[in-house]
């Protein structure tokens, strides 16, 4: 602040009121913002609260002793949903990749692997997941296959990575052909294969620009992981689901629903800085 | 910018604030005259439970919930206005204690949850082998009860657990049950599995588990294990009862919401309906016999 000062050590009278009154006005704007914000939070709270039903329902969704004595089931629950997650994120991530540089293979010769790839993504994108889910967990075993598991967790993952490489790999080949044909063109020109090319040229520009609808994926995942539950397995959901039936208390679904807000916060600030990351590098990329 | 922006924006929060506050004393006011209506409503005595005195959904009429798809032995072919299976028994039975005739009765498909959630109820009572508990009774109320129940082992023959005859023999087998029942407090409680019970959507989904192999034995009712063993299963059979995990005798109520001017007469209406035998005979006619499941010991 000090250093213009010193820079332009005489600021006309007329300047220094001009300053003045914007710093006024901005001041007065912002506690302008802080007063509606609290009059708002204030005149939501205060109709919650007095409504006719706030107390029967404040004991059947807030009651805290209930939910610290939920929270272990609860915890335990996400326990797996955290580690069918992180496992089946991996596999659609490379799964993903795998149908979209299948489906832009170029030439005619490879029109069969296009169409099943095109094949694979209209099936798994359009079947619902539960559907998919019961199809797998209880279907696949009923074949009684002396050499396939019969082990829910696993069966569920399988379900979760079909339909989510189906919607991935979507993401993927939209990034790849978001890229421009001149930068092909020119990565040919100078020698590279077409292996190279995607390599080295057309993959990073891709999976740069489609990181924003990845991570909205990966949160979209993080939810739906817990459909796993209706094969058998208890995931965060079914745990509070559980204690909801026993009790009639609905609070450990809320436990539940905090829980998984928490965790999306963290990706939802990766893909923040993920993103800002990105565009500094590309404007570091201009400037230079 | 943020100057010009800041008014609007305040008006429109005033304004908002006008209308939420304007609602509120609405909805104050008409539960104060719901609240003085129910506590006007005569106490307990025969003739409070007249059939006119009675405050129904609907005037005249007795609305009844229960589950869809509603299971045997407890209803039959999914229909419940049929009369047949033990609850649609008991309900009509109730409804014609209560002076309903069989055309005042309508049915509501009422899932678990909606049932004891805290709003309003677009049910009088509702009837679905919900288990009495205090725990429970502190949210909904339950009228007297209409079954003693028991939570029954099944399985298939060529499961681990069909060789089972004592409970310490099912402690390492992996056991499942439906989400919502009391099968699953008492696999935990009596049983107390040393790996964790699955726990399924519906026991439909619980049976193919049990015929795939992804669980040796399934806790069920049972009344619902003779069904199935008999009925569903290839193969079935009973391992036998569990004793009651708190040494109480595990019964079935009708559920109402909380403080329901009609619990009192729903109550004595089941009261009068075991006094004089109903209860007994229509278990009879419904539900296979207890007899050839041991209890486990």
């Given at each position: ?187 040919r020109s100078l020698g590279l294969s077409y292996g190279q090319t995607m390599r080295r040229i057309v993959l990073p520009q891709a999976v740069r620009r489609v990181q924003p609808a990845l991570l909205n994926d990966f949160v979209a995942m993080q939810k739906d992981v817990g459909l796993i ?34 965790l999306a916060i963290p990706s939802a600030r990766l893909a923040d800085w993920v993103q800002l990351r990105a565009i500094r590098r590309q404007q570091a990329g201009g400037a230079a | 910018m943020s100057r010009r922006m800041s008014r609007p924006v305040l008006a429109a929060v005033l304004s ?282």
């Open positions: 602040m000090t250093a213009p000062a010193e820079a332009f050590p005489q600021l006309s009278l007329v300047e220094q009121e001009r300053r003045a009154y914007r710093r006024g006005r901005a001041h007065r704007s912002s506690l302008v913002a802080g007063a509606s914000t609290v009059i708002f939070l204030a005149v939501v709270g205060t109709a919650i609260v007095l409504s006719p039903g706030w107390p029967r329902v404040k004991s059947q969704f807030l009651d805290v002793g209930y939910g610290w004595e939920v929270l272990p089931d609860v915890l335990r629950g996400l326990w797996l949903n955290l580690r069918v997650l992180l496992i089946s994120a991996l596999l659609v991530l490379v799964l993903g990749l795998v149908i979209a540089s299948a489906r832009t293979l170029r030439g005619p010769v490879f029109f069969p692997v296009r169409f099943l790839a095109a094949a694979y993504t209209d099936l798994f994108r359009g079947i619902p997941l539960i559907i998919l889910l019961y199809l797998i967990g209880f279907g696949v075993p009923g074949l009684r296959l002396e050499f396939v598991t019969t082990n829910v967790v696993v069966l569920g993952t399988a379900a979760l990575v079909l339909t989510y490489s189906a919607y991935v790999a979507e993401v993927f080949r939209a990034g790849i052909e978001s890229v421009h044909p001149s930068q092909r063109a020119a990565a539950s209706i094969l058998g397995a208890t995931d965060a959901v079914r745990a509070a689901q559980i204690n909801v039936a026993q009790s009639f208390n609905f609070t450990p679904y809320v436990v539940a629903g905090l829980l998984f807000v928490l | 908002l604030a006008a209308l939420v506050s304007a609602c509120s004393p609405a909805d104050d006011d008409e539960t104060a005259s719901d609240t003085t209506s129910a506590t006007t409503s005569p106490s307990t005595s025969s003739d409070a439970c007249a059939t006119d005195a009675l405050q129904t959904q609907t005037d005249g009429k007795l609305t009844i919930g229960t589950d869809k798809p509603a299971y045997e032995p407890w209803f039959v072919d999914d229909d419940p206005a049929n009369g047949k299976g033990y609850e649609s028994a008991v309900a009509y039975a109730v409804a014609e204690e209560l002076g309903y005739a069989k055309t005042d009765v309508t049915w509501v498909p009422v899932k678990f949850d909606a049932a004891i959630q805290p709003g309003p109820k677009n049910f009088d009572f509702d009837i679905n082998q919900f288990s009495i508990t205090e725990e429970r009774q502190q949210v909904v109320d339950f009228s007297s009860p209409y079954y003693d129940v028991t939570q029954t082992v099944i399985t298939t023959g060529e499961s681990k657990a069909a060789t089972a005859t004592t409970i310490a023999d099912l402690k390492g087998r992996k056991l499942g049950a439906q989400v919502g029942t009391t099968s699953l407090a008492a696999i935990n409680e009596v049983i107390a599995p040393s790996s964790d019970a699955a726990v399924f959507n519906s026991n439909d989904d619980a049976k193919i588990a049990l015929e795939n192999g992804q669980i040796d034995a399934l806790v069920v009712d049972l009344p619902t294990a003779f069904f199935i063993t008999a009925a569903e299963l290839d193969n079935g059979k009973i391992v036998g009862q569990l004793p009651p995990s708190t040494g109480d005798q595990e019964q079935f109520g009708l559920l109402l919401d909380k403080d329901s001017p009609l619990t009192d007469c729903v109550s004595m209406a089941v009261d009068a309906l075991r006094s004089d035998g109903t209860l007994d005979e229509l278990q009879q006619q419904w539900l296979a016999q207890a007899a050839g499941a041991p209890v486990l010991k």
